[in-house]
């Protein structure tokens, strides 16, 4: 697979640790919902670091990626923290055929997403009202704090029309907080999900001890293991 | 030569020898897996070789009854991690292969919670494979593998497949989960063979 050049056109913050970078790859050969890129740094005496990011944006709507800085990575601090617009990355894919939804079809789809585990997740919420599919979705995202949802305003505006957001905040909420505030366990799974007789598609996406817990929720749901793809970041900073 | 401005990186790379391109050294043991985490009582679990006239299975209790090794080996997974040291014990795969008559070229290695993933009968022969049920002196656990999982480690750690089940013997190299999903068919780390095409 080859390297293609990747230049930022646009950055923007979403936390203190999260940040958005719109690359022009001119190049680019198409990527479905979902799907990974890996992106490749190449330091002036030639040393290169290479890691593998989630694709943030629908396919034909450019190449978007959202990334979390691990404070011991090295290039995940490059992304947040240094690169700036018409700065020059390399960039290959896209990487993955399994952890997609296209949305041409019209089963329920479940997405869970812990943190920055909901960028992908994102690109098939943005799919959905790109290709105006009316398969029902519900996000149910799990973050930390209010301020550390990421994409809240521009997700949360896409509900109605068979899309549902679902909120819990896990260390502290805000006055008047409605949504839930605990870690996702299986009631809560069992309040949010789509029946189990709905034979859903469900895509969780977030740490392993995050993925651990809602697939094992959903399993205790009912839900066959076949319908249940998970994507699970950890050390790859 | 496109280099990314301000970009200095960590070098933490290693012994050269031992950390194959484009990976990085790490202390973690990262989990990547498709699915839920499987979790089949040990009573029902064998180990089978199929693809060959007279099928041969092994229970739990037969597995463990089987002359076992213990082994160092470092392991390099495709999303760039690479661990050194990892201390495993388990069964050789030459030793279960022996159980059967077979002149197979190919294998698809078959598992709990559907997983699949093909691999050379010569990258499996020689010493160079296990189904390893032992990690760091303690049982597998299951967000690892466990109860047991093949261990391939001179290629990419996909192919060293978690809740690993059996063996189907093959004339044909068939395409397994991940390598139906962009990734490469042999998984060599040393040539940087992580997709298709690479």
């Keep these: 697979m080859t390297w293609l050049a990747a230049d930022v056109a646009a950055s923007r913050e979403e936390t203190p640790r999260v940040r958005t970078l719109e690359l022009d790859v001119p190049d680019w050969p198409g990527h479905r919902a979902g799907q990974h ?20 944006s629908a396919p034909g709507d450019g190449v978007t990626l959202t990334v979390e800085r691990l ?13 700036r617009e018409g700065d020059r990355v390399e960039v290959r894919g896209p990487i993955g055929g399994y952890f997609v939804w296209d949305g041409d079809e019209p089963e329920p789809v479940l ?28 996000l149910l995202r799990s973050s930390r704090t209010i301020e550390e949802v990421i994409y809240r305003e521009e997700l949360d505006a896409l509900a109605g029309g068979g899309f549902e957001v679902v909120h819990t905040l896990t260390r502290s909420q ?34 392993t001890r995050f993925v651990d817990a809602a697939a094992d929720g959903l399993l205790q749901a009912g839900y066959d293991a076949r319908w249940i793809r998970t994507e699970r970041f950890g050390a790859t900073g | ?57 092994w229970t739990w209790e037969e597995l463990q009854a089987l002359p076992s090794e213990t082994v160092t080996v470092d392991i390099h997974c495709v999303t760039r991690w690479s661990k050194l040291d990892t201390v495993w014990e388990g069964v050789s795969v030459d030793t279960l292969l022996e159980a059967v008559e077979h002149d197979a ?55 060293s497949a978690k809740w690993v089940r059996g063996l189907t013997l093959r004339d044909e190299d068939e395409p397994g989960f991940w390598e ?8 060599d780390p040393w040539l940087e063979q992580r997709y298709w095409g690479d």
Excluded at chain 1, 73 to 82: A, K, M, R, T
Excluded at chain 2, 122 to 138: Q, R
Aim: aromatic share 10%; glycine share 12%; proline share 10%.
């Design chain 2, 105 to 159: 070229p190919y294998a698809l290695a078959f598992c709990d919670g559907g997983y699949t993933t093909n691999v050379p009968v010569e990258d499996l022969t020689g010493g160079k494979a296990w189904v390893a049920y032992n990690y760091g002196g303690e049982p597998l656990d299951p967000e690892h593998g466990g109860p047991a999982r093949l261990l391939v480690p001179h290629l990419y750690f996909w192919k």
């Design chain 2, 180 to 187: 139906t999903n962009g990734y490469h068919l042999r998984g």
């Design chain 1, 111 to 138: 997405l869970v997403g812990g943190g920055s585990g909901v960028v992908p997740l994102a690109a098939m919420a943005r799919q959905r009202a790109r290709v105006g599919s009316t398969a029902p979705m519900k």
């Design chain 1, 174 to 207: 805000p006055p008047g907080w409605t949504g839930y505030s605990r870690r996702i366990d299986r009631e809560l799974l069992a309040e949010v999900a789509w029946p189990a007789s709905e034979s859903p598609r469900v895509y969780v996406c977030g740490s």
């Design chain 1, 37 to 56: 890129l890996d992106v490749r740094l190449t330091a002036e005496d030639g040393y290169q670091a290479e890691r593998s990011y989630s694709i943030a």
């Design chain 2, 1 to 57: 030569m496109i280099v990314s401005r301000g970009f200095r990186g960590r070098r933490r790379d290693g012994p050269p020898d031992r950390v194959p391109p484009g990976q990085y050294l790490t202390d973690d043991f990262p989990v990547l897996s498709a699915g839920p985490t499987p979790h089949t009582p040990l009573q029902e679990w064998t180990f089978t070789i199929h693809g060959v006239d007279e099928p041969k299975g």
């Design chain 1, 71 to 83: 404070d011991d990575g090295e290039v995940s601090p490059y992304l947040v923290d240094e690169a």
